[in-house]
């Protein structure tokens, strides 16, 4: 049981270059998120997912594209990557939330992405 | 935007002590989280505590709840350098889809 794979871990790009993180939970989650990490900053949702072929925007969604073909998967593009995309990115997932109260979200260990 | 800010953003103590972290919010909501984040690693679910719950423990973890004051604190009791990591609150936005909104977080570090 891996839990939240994410792929690659590192990555270096040049600015406008594309690239995709793939995102891969064996929990029968429901539930997908993409979030990025700056310095001295919490965690921003960038896009999410409440279900296979189902995505939404979070709160920083710009320069971003999502797509959840399969209930287990999630991936992340950067079509023309810009140097303010240089971040961490986690993904995160979670079983659906009951009536009142959330699921814990269970996290990868990220992808860190420099853009130069 | 961030719901919930914590404080201090840094604490340093020694092994065996206890930590306490505070979190405050700015909306209602139905329930608050606390995360870890190890160095390098992804965050880790340590406890969740509903709006109707005061107090939650889980082994050394004692989470409190404060809703009229939007307000939560996480205490580590018999704090060990393996506690060293960064700690996150998180709070649940208007609307649905069982997001969160993170803190910036409290950087602790225990000394052995």
């Known amino acids: 049981n891996a839990g939240v794979t994410q792929t690659p871990k590192f990555r270096v790009l040049k600015t406008g270059q594309s690239m995709t993180l793939l995102c891969a939970q064996d929990?029968?989650?429901?539930?997908m998120y993409w979030y990025r990490q700056d310095p001295g900053m919490g965690l921003r949702l960038i896009h999410y997912s409440v279900g296979e072929g189902t995505t939404a925007k979070g709160e920083v969604p710009d320069g971003y594209n999502v797509s959840r073909l399969k209930k287990q998967n999630f991936l992340l593009g950067l079509e023309s990557a810009a140097p303010s995309q240089t971040s961490v990115y986690f993904c995160?997932?979670?079983?659906?939330?009951?009536?009142?109260?959330?699921?814990?979200?269970?996290f990868g260990d990220g992808t860190r992405l420099s853009i130069l | 935007s961030q719901q919930g800010e914590e404080d201090p953003q840094a604490l340093s103590i020694q092994e065996g002590e206890n930590a306490t972290m505070n979190c405050s919010y700015k909306?209602?909501?139905?329930?608050l989280q606390w995360y870890r984040q190890n160095s390098g690693r992804g965050l880790v679910h340590l406890i969740l505590i509903r709006s109707n719950e005061r107090e939650k423990h889980s082994g050394r973890l004692r989470v409190t709840l404060d809703t009229s004051k939007k307000s939560s604190s996480l205490l580590i009791t018999a704090s060990r350098a393996a506690d060293t990591a960064s700690y996150f609150c998180a709070t649940p936005p208007k609307g649905y889809g069982n997001k969160l909104v993170f803190g910036a977080g409290t950087i602790l570090r225990v000394k052995s």
């Open positions: 995160a997932s979670s079983y659906f939330p009951t009536a009142d109260s959330n699921q814990p979200q269970h």
């Open positions: 909306t209602s909501i139905n329930n």
């Open positions: 929990m029968n989650h429901e539930y």
